[in-house]
């Protein structure tokens, strides 16, 4: 596609209940971010793939959260038993390498109920 | 203390007048630093990136980086209604990471 691709675009979930998150990054962008904003906040980051090699996950908020890329490409944010707190706003970006412009998906607004 | 710190603001001010975006980081070792610009319910897109010290200049914009002080600014001249929107000052740190600011809300009165 012509842009980073995120879904859904909008989540509901109860309290307890898994949810994943995807992100289609664009093709040939080594670099795949995940992002958390708040209302009104800035962005938070949660996890930072690069190439082959080993994610930084020191963003990630508890073990309740976990993510992966598969194949270098699509990526998937999976919380577990989400709790009201983790509603916000999910964004994904990607860059051509570790030091370039991030391009940013829609994101996904995730609500717990 | 942040790794990115930026003042939440709302800085407001007249239509043609110059704002002034500012942004302080933590890692001495950090190598590129990139504004943002978000608006309301949309998703972040660049507007400027700075990589050595000194100033540079893209239209109504000029990001100025200060290695020693650890500070990057941004300025608008000729501010618009349109420009109005949150600036993010992001910064790839020594950690080989990219951190980004809370944000610097500004609103330009017509």
């Known amino acids: 596609g012509a842009g980073v691709s995120q879904s859904p675009s909008n989540k509901v979930t109860e309290k307890g209940k898994d949810v994943e998150l995807r992100c289609d990054p664009i093709s040939g962008h080594t670099a795949l971010y995940w992002y958390r904003q708040s209302l009104g906040q800035g962005l938070e980051f949660l996890i930072y793939?690069?190439?082959?090699?080993?994610?930084?996950k020191s963003g990630l908020p508890s073990d309740r959260f976990s993510a992966e890329r598969t194949g270098g490409s699509v990526s998937t944010l999976t919380i577990q038993r989400t709790q009201q707190e983790d509603s916000a706003v999910y964004l994904c970006?990607?860059?051509?390498?570790?030091?370039?412009?991030?391009?940013f998906g829609q994101g996904t607004r995730l609500t717990v109920v | 203390q942040k790794e990115v710190e930026q003042n939440s603001g709302p800085l407001s001010v007249p239509e043609g007048a110059i704002a002034s975006l500012n942004c302080t980081y933590s890692d001495r070792g950090s190598q590129s630093f990139f504004w943002y610009r978000q608006y309301s319910g949309k998703s972040p897109e660049l507007i400027m990136f700075?990589?050595?010290?000194g100033d540079k200049e893209d239209g109504r914009f000029t990001a100025q980086l200060n290695k020693a002080s650890q500070y990057v600014s941004l300025l608008i001249r000729d501010s618009q209604p349109s420009d109005s929107a949150t600036y993010l000052c992001a910064v790839y740190t020594g950690g080989f990471k990219t951190i980004f600011g809370a944000g610097t809300r500004l609103f330009v009165k017509a």
């Open positions: 700075i990589y050595s010290n």
């Open positions: 970006a990607s860059s051509l390498g570790h030091n370039t412009e991030a391009f």
């Open positions: 793939f690069q190439g082959n090699s080993a994610p930084d």
